[in-house]
């Protein structure tokens, strides 16, 4: 199949170059910039979320074959996200660059923060269905004419999840041999919000249990060692070694676990009554 570059005109019509869009590594670096509107500046974690949601989306409807990371340094990244205020003449936007040797490199998002609303529709749903959207570009999925789907063009408001005409045409793109699983249900179920299942929970419990007990057994070996020797003779639990030895060393991984979770945290002040 082959793909177009495409983008929205400031009259919502989509422009069209022939050019081949498809990344060529599957973990991707995302940038979000900060929201400098005054009107929207504190709703920044907000739109935010809705990025993060949004590529997530797209990385379930896939099988996970392509993963997105998001960085705090503009540079590292492959995508870019920014804001603006179009004045309702522009959902959004999105651009593409490419090397020398003819290769994509890059891809900037613009997202209006003030789109045209109609009949009064929820403000907040048409920017995440325009996120949706310009992600999907971003990622080389196709536009389409069907009102069921996410990349349908024109807008069609009110829509917040995927069709299954999206997450088969991400499909086709990156992992192929996801449309024609036997099991179909394993596609169809996919969501679009991200969510950590209760197996996984239970099982980064019984993980921070275990680092906080390997940790306390550590910490009473260096103990009685440091006892014995009543400090005489430097070895690496001693505080007069370089960084405090393995003493630092705990100390600074019990910070790091009271950290981790509320779990850990009670572990911890179970088990050390001394820090």
């Given at each position: ?6 983008w ?49 989306a ?6 996970r ?14 995508i ?51 996120i ?29 999840e ?17 449309i ?20 996984i ?9 275990e ?24 070895c690496?639990g ?33 088990l050390?009554?001394?820090?």
């Open positions: 199949m082959s793909l177009i570059k495409k929205f005109s400031k009259d919502n019509q989509c422009l069209n170059i022939v050019q081949t869009i498809k990344w060529n590594v599957n973990h991707i670096k995302v940038y979000i910039a900060p929201i400098k509107m005054r009107s929207k500046v504190e709703e920044n974690s907000k739109y935010r979320n809705m990025v993060i949601q949004a590529f997530n797209w990385s379930l409807a896939c099988g074959k392509l993963q997105f990371k998001i960085t705090d340094r503009l540079f590292d990244s492959l870019n996200i920014n804001w603006e205020k179009s004045n309702g003449k522009n959902f959004g936007s999105c651009y593409f660059s490419w090397d020398k040797q003819g290769r994509l490199c890059g891809a900037e998002i613009s997202i209006d923060l003030f789109p045209t609303r109609i009949n009064e529709i929820d403000c907040d749903t048409e920017i995440y269905h325009s949706l959207h310009c992600v999907g570009i971003s990622l080389g999925v196709p536009q389409t004419n069907n009102p069921d789907d996410i990349m349908c063009i024109p807008h069609q408001y009110g829509k917040m995927l069709s299954e005409n999206d997450k088969k045409a991400i499909c086709n793109l990156y992992n192929p041999e996801n024609n699983i036997a099991n179909q249900e394993q596609l169809n179920n996919i969501g679009t919000k991200p969510e950590v299942s209760d197996n929970k239970d099982l980064r419990k019984k993980e921070d249990e680092i906080v007990e390997h940790l306390k057994a550590i910490y009473d070996i260096v103990n009685t060692k440091c006892t014995r020797c009543n400090d005489l003779y430097g690496m001693c505080t007069l070694s370089h960084g405090d030895g393995l003493r630092g060393y705990i100390n600074e991984s019990i910070k790091i676990m009271m950290k981790q979770s509320s779990e850990a945290r009670a572990k911890i002040e179970e050390f009554t001394e820090k």
